[in-house]
């Protein structure tokens, strides 16, 4: 599986973003596509998980009501909708990959810089 994800950039606090991860390489039914996010200096945290086969979304408390991922699955594509953005949501934001119920992943998006000014 290749991952491969956009839509970073640099924005002011309160807009919104929306980044994608195209998925290729392989059937995706008993996978999970995870984003997550380091910011400098800071662990690499944990944002939302979807479930390819059947939708069901998982998101870091913190984040609930600001923060939507979704799949489209005519585009292999996995989104994460933000919304209300704030400076500490600066970070790299990674899509990655994992087996259903599996702690780790086994691939990797490159990255993609979310920059919020205040």
């Known amino acids: 599986v290749q991952l491969q994800a956009s839509g970073g950039g640099l924005v002011q606090a309160g807009d919104s973003l929306r980044l994608s991860c195209e998925v290729s390489?392989?059937?995706?039914?008993?996978?999970?596509i995870d984003w997550v996010r380091q910011a400098p200096g800071k662990e690499r945290e944990f944002v939302a998980s979807?479930?390819?086969?059947?939708?069901?979304?998982y998101y870091a408390d913190s984040l609930k009501g600001r923060f939507t991922i979704s799949r489209d699955k005519a585009k292999n594509t996995v989104y994460l909708q933000m919304n209300s953005l704030k400076p500490e949501d600066t970070a790299v934001y990674y899509c990655?990959?994992?087996?259903?119920?599996?702690?780790?992943?086994?691939?990797w998006g490159q990255g993609t810089l979310v920059t919020v000014s205040s």
């Open positions: 390489g392989r059937t995706l039914s008993r996978y999970l």
């Open positions: 979807i479930r390819w086969s059947g939708g069901i979304t």
């Open positions: 990655a990959a994992k087996v259903l119920y599996s702690e780790s992943y086994f691939a």
